[in-house]
């Protein structure tokens, strides 16, 4: 029996990225761009979506920008009819975008909360759900999630946090058991913690600081550590759907 470790190719396959203007989105789009992959890229801030798509073009990558308020559901659908319009189809959907908002629950801003549900999980089930004609009519499709560890695991000052993404984690197994029939494949990515601006969203101060000093005490996961793992997977045998990463800096206990 001959072993082939090479990846699945994944030139030309499109890939649409949400919250690609920095972090983990970005660097997972200059991975699929190295990777022959053609892009749709949507965040809200697009003069940062202008400047990532000039560089994957200038690596011969075709690029479309999407600049879009992917709280609104409309909003999140739209960009994936936006991308098969463009493209024709839609073979590889990363749901990334989201914030983090971490308080006490007896003194939570609901508005925050209420924003952090839209876009962590209310937007990723509606670009899923936008995404589901095309694949199955073509019996092909990925789709990434992210989640996190707090996603599995509650913490004091996170509820609203771990509430959107543990309904992720579930929200995806339910998804996979759905569309598996039909070719498609759900992975969901639950990193620990990493160096990137979700901290710069906490608004009550001494959870902020207590959970910087708390990354800055190790070797924190870096944006082209969870691009690797995207990628990785999305390169595998059609046959091979790996269901979930579940990701932590070496340093990281819990």
Not at 63 to 88: R, S
Not at 129 to 141: E, I, N
Not at 191 to 206: K, N
Request: aromatic share 4%.
């Amino acid at each position: 029996m001959s072993l082939n470790l090479a990846p699945a190719s994944l030139k030309d396959r499109v890939v649409l990225i949400t919250g690609a203007s920095s972090g983990f989105g970005e660097a997972t789009a200059e991975l699929f761009a190295q990777a022959g992959a053609r892009l749709a890229l949507s965040a809200r801030r697009g003069d940062r979506l202008d400047a990532l798509a000039a560089r994957l073009r200038a690596l011969g990558a075709e690029v479309l920008v999407l600049p879009a308020d992917l709280a609104e559901v409309k909003a999140a659908q739209a960009i994936v009819q936006d991308t098969e319009a463009h493209f024709g189809r839609l073979d590889i959907l990363v749901n990334n975008a989201g914030v983090m908002y971490l308080e006490p629950i007896d003194s939570a801003d609901m508005t925050r909360w209420q924003h952090m549900i839209q876009l962590n999980l209310l937007a990723l089930m509606a670009s899923c759900q936008a995404a589901l004609p095309g694949m199955r009519a073509r019996k092909d499709g990925h789709i990434f999630n992210m989640a996190s560890t707090a996603g599995r695991q509650a913490n004091p000052n996170g509820g609203g946090y771990s509430a959107s993404k543990w309904g992720v984690v579930g929200f995806s197994e339910s998804l996979r058991r759905e569309v598996y029939k039909d070719n498609i494949r759900v992975t969901v990515i639950e990193p620990g913690v990493a160096q990137t601006e979700l901290r710069d969203h906490i608004a009550h101060t001494p959870t902020q600081t207590a959970l910087n000093n708390w990354a800055d005490s190790m070797r924190q996961l870096q944006s082209a550590d969870i691009a690797r793992a995207i990628v990785f997977c999305a390169g595998q045998p059609a046959h091979v759907n790996i269901n979930e990463i579940l990701m932590r800096p070496t340093d990281q206990e819990r």
